[in-house]
């Protein structure tokens, strides 16, 4: 095979891959309260294809899982994964196929043009990739708060460098991606799916298609910013979706759990989901002894709730969903998985509605219209004038 070394950038030095699998890991890392990595590696599931199983075709040509991970050995693919979490070894493999393939097209690119493939590289990105004086005070004039006020002429060297970079990073990825379809690309690799229990409160029709499970911590602050986001999943697909939530309480959140295990008595009360909003809503204010007055709050009756949690029986519920997690590789709060798949980003709507919708592809099912976008408001009409 061809596939002798990764392709570089002609603008950096460095590989792209490693490049790319350190941001995701970091962005990864800005949306969720981590448990200790080595922890959640160690108890995470094997899951995954096996060596010699087809992960694609580049140029009509098999590329086997044992290929990718032969060309990325070397790689940060070790230290990055371990080899135990799933989701992180597909998606290091994924972005590995990916770069196979760019590879391959541009050395067809280049030996076509008879020029060095990273001379290729450069010429074709500077066409694409051009910033004006006009877009950098554009970006000037809508980020001021941003430079503390600063003269735009102090500022406008490193501005211009940051979105010349964005731009070519764009460029790069675009023209690389035509090159893939020139040459023939299928990425036949699939996520890890996850057979994750579907007991525990839902929302949603029961005979959803597509089961939404989420795993969370009522004092992690991600899960409690992307409440408000699982709502608005559920109102876009109020027939294709059914949420299942998990308690995750991490053990660096000393609230959490007594929290969790009063959620739990407060589903014995049948208003699960009226304690669960609250909780939300006070956190980070949800101490034991505060939990009453929530419950209260909720609607609930305060004594009753003392009494469950007084006797530990929402221990063992707590207990299933922890390992459920563990099993599922759940490395930190909110985990969402949907009919098992793990969701890439789950910062917003699109995130969900993008894992939503390939699932409902593959299981034949239509994909409902993405809602319309609000009309603008005319602005208001102007007093007629005084005659």
């Known amino acids: 095979m061809r596939f002798a070394r990764p392709l570089r950038s002609a603008f950096r030095s460095g590989r792209l891959l490693p490049l790319a699998l350190a941001g995701a890991l970091a962005a990864a890392a800005l949306v969720a309260c981590e448990r200790p990595e ?33 060309w990325i050995k070397d790689q940060l693919y070790s230290q990055a994964t371990r080899g135990k979490n799933p989701m992180r070894v597909y998606e290091v493999r994924n972005r590995a196929l990916e770069q196979m393939a760019n590879e391959r097209a541009m050395e067809d690119a280049a030996a076509k043009a008879g020029k060095e493939r990273d001379a290729l590289l450069k010429e074709e990105v500077e066409k694409r990739a051009a910033v004006s004086d006009q ?3 554009s970006y000037y004039d809508q980020n001021k708060e941003r430079f503390r006020n600063m003269p735009f002429e102090k500022v406008a060297p490193a501005v211009k460098r940051q979105l010349l970079a964005q731009k070519q990073v764009a460029a790069m990825q675009e023209y690389t991606k035509s090159l893939r379809e020139q040459v023939g690309f299928e990425n036949e690799l699939e996520p890890p799916r996850f057979d994750i229990p579907a007991s525990g409160p839902t929302q949603g029709p029961a005979d959803a298609p597509v089961t939404l499970v989420e795993f969370s911590d009522y004092e992690c602050p991600f899960c409690k910013a992307a409440d408000p986001i699982v709502k608005q999943v559920l109102a876009r697909y109020p027939t294709q979706v059914k949420l299942v939530y998990k308690h995750y309480p991490l053990e660096m959140h000393p609230k959490a759990r007594p929290a969790a295990e009063a959620a739990v008595c407060a589903e014995e009360q049948g208003k699960f989901w009226e304690f669960h909003a609250k909780l939300f809503e006070k956190a980070p204010q949800i101490a034991a002894e505060q939990l009453p007055a929530i419950a209260t709050e909720a609607g609930l009756d305060a004594a009753k709730l003392q009494e469950c949690i007084a006797a530990k029986t929402a221990a063992a519920r707590i207990e299933a969903d922890l390992d459920a997690g563990k099993q599922a590789a759940v490395a930190g709060t909110p985990a969402f998985f949907v009919n098992g798949v793990p969701v ?3 910062r917003s709507v699109e995130d969900f509605a993008k894992a939503i919708n390939a699932e409902l592809t593959r299981l034949g099912q239509p994909v409902p219209e993405p809602p ?12 007629p004038a005084p005659a």
Not at 52 to 66: C, F, N, S, Y
Not at 372 to 383: G, I, K
């Open 38 to 70: 080595q922890a959640a590696e160690d108890e995470a599931a094997t899951v995954g294809p096996d060596a010699g199983e087809t992960a694609g075709k580049i140029g009509g040509e098999t590329i086997t899982v044992g290929d990718i991970d032969e």
């Open 135 to 137: 877009d950098v005070q």
């Open 344 to 346: 890439s980003g789950g």
């Open 372 to 383: 319309a976008a609000p009309a603008a408001q005319a602005p208001p009409t102007a007093p």
